[in-house]
């Protein structure tokens, strides 16, 4: 089958923060340094290899990418310092950029300025909307209960809502990615019960992100603080959203502290208020191979991130000591940086959230495909040829 | 005629201002149009085109560092433009030597040069000077070795300078040569005994060039003779004070796998063939005489006088051959391929010695064997002859060459070698298997290529990608690779890892360069004057290159670039003419012999032949 070539593939990838890709030269020291490349996976190489040949159809099918955790070994390694390792992070922010239908996530990577003001413009939006809301139906100097400024009751309705509409964004975005790799991608025949097998993955690899723990499985001395700061930070993250998306009426209500809920919401907010710094940190200092290099959008992900979690924070605190006005001012604050935040997941960096355990699954399904075939081959090799 | 130039990947370095250079370029007779195009790599053809038809440019002169690799894009406008594409000039900075103290003066003179259409070389020749009919050579490896041969062998004196005891250099190391696998001794042992035995070579082992004074043609030389303190003349090499010597050290001559006494004789066959002291380790010298001296009573001819004083001696030359050649890079900094860390890691000419028939195994192949020191009370590895041949054999390529971190440049021979190293593994232990680990294989020579089928045909795997590291599995050494063709990650499991190590010129480059104020590279080789028009010649009149210290080549080219600088230094003498230096040219003469060539052509020096 012949396959569509695009030589300008790489001069595009620039955009999504690839480095010079053409400096490599094969030698393949990146794949074998690299943990999780094995026989059915061989990457960063090949993955180089297909961009040099400018194979965008090719790799808009793999699943390597996603593999990959970024512990910037390779690019440690690398002889001719053309980074596999950001080539491979860029890469990813290409997929999620392909697998998004209606190509607002390209335009997000490609450019810086439309992103920061398609997010200043929903935060104002947001803003004056909530303004008008609150004025018209509530009292400024109450925060919870009767006439609340912002009743629990309403911002429960509007998350459902921003909810549902990104979940059916990610859930057509994730269809075409299973389109992409397992229908366009797999060649081989899949057999249906292999994604009933490794279902369990799916979860597993959600709530552990073992993969990323593996990363330091060749390295002397081992640096785990990346993968356990990004596991505090996501579980965090997916606890938080699940106190905001269904108790949100609990969460927000009384000055009186409610433990049965609230303890919740206090954990996660450590791993996220640690997660966040850290980065932010890493990527100032570039403590790691990982952090030297930072794209527009990484920035806006953490710093957005940041902000959201200190002023859910403040609003909290103002809540609690009773000064409901600014209480009342820094939740505005708190929701004019969440709605686009969260309008803004399918379209960015934090989609990896759903795509990463995805690919995982799929990769397994794939590689079961694969050596089950091998095995056959073997045993009828008479019969098939 | 109305000229363009564009200055393509120039930056301002420490004696060069880009700028300065393009005001002096704009003053140009003919100069319409000066750009610099700054360090972009990619120049858009039509930008250029419309550019040559807007200022109707006749000729386009392309200065820089690379300008050669910027011809085709404007080539191809000039085209487009409906321009002669013979009248693109390249004025090629790094080729004519602008760097250093010189480089502003040299880059405009190259540029005025090339904007007259006029070949620098044809301009730029330096008057010549009277010439003292004797030679220096400093290095006697292979190179100094041939240089020096040719030289004597016309009749005229040569000064050969070594620093260590022996000539012969890392060639007199070597087993076999490739890709005719003859015997390296075999050729180079005839050459060193008639150098040794030439009346008109002056043998100066134990010495360095500390001080060099006067101009081309007439050059005084200081050289520091170190004592040798066992007198050449009288010593018959019996051997007598090895034996009582109680003081052991790594032996350089065997890539320090072996130990030596203080007293040695490098190897057996070297030239002068007679002991020296090691003053770095000998008892004696180190306690400033109050201890041991043993082997002066047991000196059957009285040869040895531990007391010998350095020398300086002064000479006066005409000519002065560079052939220092090179060194190892320090590969115990690549660490992830356990250099050092596991025994059986070997570079590559550790491994040469090993291999050697000459060498302390006798030429056996085998691996480590453990021993117990008593004196360090620690275990410590060491080859002995009767230890265990490897079964499984790895040779990785490039280690430390092609590498941005390390150097950048392809060290040339290492390919071959390499190749050479699993043919004589195979030969020695013919069912051990053999892996190559490559990244591209360079068999550039004559012969080469056959020589590398001729390899792959004995059973070597040939394993297409590089391995990054060694690693330790139960004491079983494993290394793993992407198969790049078969697409296959491999893993071996190996006795013995061989690392075709990067070569570095040699440490005393950098004071040479001081006292002759010749330049080097950005690698640290000597540069030449021109890379294709005179590869033997440096900026300095009468200072040539030989081998190794001008860049990384194997031996035949070595011995041929040596005869070519033989043939320079001859050239001077016969003629009594030594070429002076080029920065006595001012850039006013050029320019102004530069203008007499073009009026005389007619202003078309190039197209006319």
Redesign the interface.
């Known amino acids: 089958m012949s396959i569509r070539v695009n030589p300008r593939f790489i001069n595009d990838l620039v955009l999504f923060g690839a480095e010079d890709v053409q400096l490599c030269?094969?030698?393949?020291?990146?794949?074998?340094?690299c943990p999780h490349?094995?026989?059915v996976y061989?990457f960063p190489?090949k993955s180089m290899r297909q961009l040099q040949m400018g194979l965008e159809r090719k790799i808009e099918t793999t699943l390597e990418p996603w593999l990959c955790y970024y512990c910037g070994q390779c690019s440690e390694?690398c002889?001719?310092?053309a980074a596999p390792g950001e080539t491979m992070m860029s890469l990813r922010r290409w997929l999620i950029s392909r697998y998004d239908f209606t190509g607002i996530a390209k335009q997000f990577f490609k450019s810086r300025m439309t992103e920061v003001i398609t997010i200043i413009c929903f935060a104002l939006l947001t803003g004056v909307f909530l303004l008008y809301y609150g004025y018209s139906m509530g009292n400024f100097h109450i925060y919870d209960g009767e006439g609340a400024f912002l009743s629990s009751s309403f911002i429960h309705e509007f998350d459902l809502t921003l909810g549902s509409l990104l979940l059916i964004f990610l859930a057509i975005n994730a269809f075409r990615m299973w389109y992409f790799t397992m229908i366009k991608g797999t060649k081989i025949p899949v057999p249906w019960w292999l994604y009933l097998k490794e279902l369990y993955l799916l979860p597993w690899h959600f709530f552990t992100q073992k993969r990323y723990s593996e990363c330091e499985s060749k390295r002397d001395p081992k640096i785990f603080m990346p993968w356990i700061i990004h596991l505090g930070l996501m579980l965090g993250y997916v606890i938080m959203l699940v106190l905001v998306m269904v108790f949100i009426e609990r969460l927000q209500s009384g000055p009186a502290i409610q433990w049965q809920v609230h303890i919740f919401g206090y954990i996660a907010t450590i791993g996220l208020v640690t997660g966040t710094i850290y980065f932010i940190r890493s990527r100032l200092n570039k403590t790691y191979e990982q952090y030297k290099k930072s794209h527009g959008t990484d920035w806006v992900f953490v710093v957005l991130l940041f902000f959201i979690v200190l002023t859910g924070i403040a609003q909290h605190i103002f809540h609690r000591t009773g000064l409901y006005e600014l209480a009342n001012i820094t939740y505005i604050a708190h929701l004019m940086c969440v709605v686009p935040w969260l309008l803004r997941m399918p379209f960015s960096k934090w989609a990896h959230l759903v795509y990463r355990p995805l690919a995982m699954y799929f990769a397994a399904i794939r590689r079961d495909a694969i050596t089950s075939r091998e095995s056959l081959l073997k045993s009828n090799s008479v019969s098939i040829k | 005629m109305r000229t363009g130039v564009f200055f393509c990947q120039v930056e301002n370095g420490k004696n060069l201002n880009v700028d300065a250079i393009a005001k002096y370029t704009a003053n140009l007779p003919g100069v319409e149009f000066v750009q610099i195009l700054g360090t972009a790599a990619r120049i858009e053809v039509n930008v250029l085109t419309d550019l040559i038809k807007m200022k109707s440019l006749e000729r386009v002169v392309i200065a820089g560092d690379m300008p050669g690799y910027f011809k085709p894009v404007f080539t191809k406008a000039m085209a487009l433009a409906g321009g002669n594409t013979d009248e693109i000039q390249l004025a090629s900075f790094k080729e004519r030597g602008a760097s250093g103290e010189f480089a502003q003066d040299r880059a405009k003179a190259v540029i005025a040069c090339a904007s007259m259409a006029v070949p620098f070389s044809l301009v730029a020749i330096p008057a010549g000077n009277p010439v003292n009919h004797s030679t220096l050579v400093i290095g006697a490896g292979i190179a100094g070795i041939q240089a020096a041969l040719e030289i004597a062998n016309a009749g005229k004196q040569v000064y050969l300078v070594e620093q260590t005891g022996t000539i012969g250099g890392h060639m007199a190391m070597f087993d076999k040569t490739f890709p005719t696998l003859d015997c390296a001794a075999c050729i180079l042992t005839p050459k060193m005994v008639s150098v040794g035995q030439h009346e008109m070579i002056h043998l100066l082992t134990n010495s360095n060039v500390t001080e060099v004074t006067g101009k081309p043609g007439s050059y005084r030389a200081k050289i520091h003779q170190r004592a040798r303190r066992i007198d050449v003349k009288s010593c018959v090499s019996c051997g007598l004070c090895v034996d009582v010597c109680p003081v052991k050290v790594e032996s350089e001559f065997d890539a320090k796998i072996s130990l030596r006494k203080a007293v040695y004789i490098p190897f057996p066959q070297a030239v002068p063939n007679a002991f020296l002291i090691d003053e770095k380790n000998c008892t004696y010298v180190l306690s400033g005489g109050k201890k041991c001296g043993v082997c002066v009573n047991k000196c059957p001819k009285e040869c040895i006088n531990l007391d010998e004083i350095d020398k300086i001696i002064d000479i006066e030359v005409g000519n002065i051959v560079l052939a220092t050649g090179y060194e190892l890079l320090d590969v115990g900094k690549i660490e992830q391929y356990g250099y050092g860390v596991y025994p059986d890691v070997l570079t590559s000419l550790e491994f040469e010695r090993l291999t050697n028939a000459s060498g302390f195994t006798g030429g056996k192949i085998v691996t480590k064997t453990k021993r117990f020191n008593k004196r360090t009370q620690q275990e410590e590895w060491f080859f002995s002859p009767d230890g265990v041949p490897p079964r499984n054999v790895a040779i990785i390529h490039c280690v430390g060459s092609r590498n941005k971190k390390y150097n950048a440049y392809c060290s040339r021979v290492c390919c071959m070698y390499s190749l050479k190293f699993a043919h004589l593994i195979k030969e020695k232990i013919p069912n051990a298997n053999c892996y190559e680990f490559y990244i591209d294989m360079r068999a550039f020579g004559k012969g080469y290529e056959e020589f590398a089928e001729r390899i792959k045909q004995e059973g070597t795997f040939v394993v297409r990608g590089h391995s990054a590291f060694v690693t330790m599995n139960n004491g079983q050494m494993v290394v793993r690779g992407e198969d790049i063709i078969n697409d296959k990650m491999v893993e071996f499991q190996v006795d013995m890892v061989i690392l075709a190590v990067g070569l570095i010129p040699a440490s005393g480059n950098e004071e040479l360069s001081r006292i002759l104020g010749i330049t080097r590279d950005s690698d640290g080789w000597f540069s030449e004057l021109d890379y294709n028009g005179s590869p033997t010649d440096t900026e300095k009149g009468c200072i040539y290159v030989a081998g190794m210290c001008q860049g990384p080549k194997d031996i035949p080219d070595t011995v041929a670039q040596a005869a070519a600088v033989a043939a320079g230094v001859l050239r001077t003498i016969t003629s009594g003419k030594g070429v002076g230096h080029l920065s006595s040219l001012s850039l006013n003469e050029i320019e102004t012999r530069a203008k007499n060539i073009h009026t005389l052509s007619g202003g078309h020096y190039v197209n006319q032949s």
Do not use: F, L, M, N
């Not at chain 1, 030269?25 to 074998?32: E, K």
């Open positions: 030269y094969h030698c393949g020291d990146c794949s074998t340094v490349a094995d026989e061989k190489r390694q002889p001719r310092e």
